[in-house]
Structures are given as C-alpha cells and as structure tokens.
C-alpha cells in the first residue's frame, strides 16, 4: 500500500519542489516504487524532473475534473520513478472544481485504484492554501513540512496547523504530520539556530534529523532538468536528500540502510 503524502506549506520558496522532486529521486534509489505528482501550476517539480510543459499535453487538471484518466495522464521520468505532471492550465481547476460536486474529493478518489501500484506517492503542493492543496490534504495520510528556519515560519506554521487542524475535522481524520524538514539551512546564522531550536521543542520527533543545507547545487539541477543525485551525486544537497529517504525508510521498518546501498530497479 503506497504511503500517500503531501509536501506542503503556504508560504513560497521553502523547498517544497525541491524536497518533492529530489526525495522521489532519492526513494526510487533506494528501489521504492514512486509516483510524483505536480499540483502546482506553476510545474517546476515537472521541468525539475526533466518534463517538458506543453500546452496539450494531459496533465492534473484533466485528472481533477474528470477528463482524463490516470494512464493517459502518467508519465516514466530518467530518474525511476513516474510523474503526473502539470502546467498553467492547472490554474483554471481552481475555478472549475467549485461547480463540480465532491470538490475536495476528486483527487482522492482518482488515486484510489493506485495504492498498490507504488510505496509511495508524493505531492508537490503550491504555496497557498486553496482547494488543489485541499485536494492534495483530503488524498494525504501525512503531510510533510519543509521549512526555513527563519522568524516568520514560525507564524506560517500556526497557519498551516491551524488549516490541518480544520481538514483532520471536515475532510480527512487520518491526516497526521509526518515530519518537518529544516531547508537551506545556514548553521552559521544564531537566528537560524534558535529557530531551529524552537521547532524541535515545539514539535519533538516529529522535526527530521536530516537538515538540507543551503546548497547551489540543489539550486542549479533543476536548470538541467534533473534530481541532484543524478546531476551532482557528492554534493552536499544530495547527500542530504538521501540521509533523508533513509530516515523515512528507517523511521518506517526500524531497520538502518546502509549510506552506498540501494541499487536502483
Ligand atoms: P514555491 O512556493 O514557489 O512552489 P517551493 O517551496 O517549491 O517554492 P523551491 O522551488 O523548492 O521552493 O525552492 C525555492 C528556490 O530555492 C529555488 O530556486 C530552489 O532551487 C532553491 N533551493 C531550494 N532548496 C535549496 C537549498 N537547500 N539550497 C539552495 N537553494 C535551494
Ligand atoms: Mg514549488
């Protein structure tokens, strides 16, 4: 049964595509079956995974109200693992979703016949708390944090618990936290520090372990359409991405994964 989960925060330029696309590289590494889905329109975790953005092609959108199915929709990427992709149009759902019945629903319902297709299924959420992040929190088991530990998260964070707190009670009761993730990390910064510090007394074990550090080259592999483990392997921000899907593997079957291991599908 795949783990569903969403990366999720309101706030724009945290990490959330970069976490989605590189954790689904770094999952698929470790010979997990992975389907990535973009429900931002902006599609940067499409072009991030090497997916070229065209007008015509199916993406999300068509799945949300009910003109295109799954197949047609899902595409294979180099990195092993498969993606649903999206592009601007995914804009006009919005819009169109309000006039549709079961509105929260649908891509839940469209993914139902998945669950033993893969182990897990991201999604890259945009930054806002609209109704394609609804959509992405009521087909969720958890969600996924990732977060600058600067002053203002800790506000956003209220926000974003808060709009948790109201879909566990209207739409989905299941839906827990699954971590949060410290990005673009700077340890030299005392801001940086105390921030992080407030988090891990806020939140206990729920904060990762793993911390992605500010690294350019996590910045520059999406220009080459690619994950950083296959764009700079020894770098730093692949290091960390891959740390952290062993964190999650460990955290599920208790078992510690050896750094080098994982031969890919
Ligand atoms: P949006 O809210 O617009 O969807 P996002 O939360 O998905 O943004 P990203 O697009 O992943 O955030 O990251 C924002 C910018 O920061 C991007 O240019 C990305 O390449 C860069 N970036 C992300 N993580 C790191 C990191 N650890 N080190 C350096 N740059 C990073
Ligand atoms: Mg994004």
């Known amino acids: 049964m795949a783990r569903i989960l969403a990366v999720t925060n309101q706030k724009g330029g945290v990490g959330k595509t970069t976490t989605a696309v590189n954790l689904s590289a770094c999952l698929a590494e470790y010979g997990q079956r992975v389907l990535l889905i973009d429900l931002d329109p902006q599609g940067n975790a499409t072009t991030g995974c090497g997916v070229v953005k065209r007008e015509a092609m199916p993406t999300v959108y068509q799945i949300l109200i009910g003109r295109s199915t799954i197949d047609e929709t899902r595409c294979g990427t180099d990195f092993g693992f498969d993606l649903l992709p999206a592009n601007r149009e995914l804009a006009g759902a919005e819009i169109e979703l309000i006039e549709l019945g079961q509105r929260e629903y649908r891509l839940r319902d469209s993914l139902a016949g998945l669950r033993d297709d893969y182990d897990f299924i991201l999604m890259d959420c945009p930054p806002a708390l609209n109704l394609l992040t609804v959509n992405g929190l009521v087909a969720a088991a958890t969600v996924m944090i990732p977060m600058q530990c600067e002053y203002y998260a ?13 879909v566990r009670a209207n739409l989905n009761p299941v839906l827990e936290i699954e971590g949060l993730l410290r990005t673009m990390f700077d340890p030299r910064s005392t801001l940086t520090q105390q921030v992080s510090r407030e988090l891990e007394g806020h939140f206990g074990n729920k904060v990762y372990a793993t911390i992605v550090p500010r690294n350019v080259r996590l910045a520059e592999a999406p220009s080459y359409g690619k994950p950083v483990i296959a764009f700079d392997r020894g770098s730093k921000g692949a290091q960390a991405y891959l740390a952290l899907a062993r964190e999650i593997l460990e955290r599920a079957g208790g078992q510690k994964i050896a750094a080098a291991g994982g031969a890919r599908r």
């Open 154 to 166: 800790l506000e956003g964070l209220t926000d974003l618990v808060a709009t948790l707190k109201k």
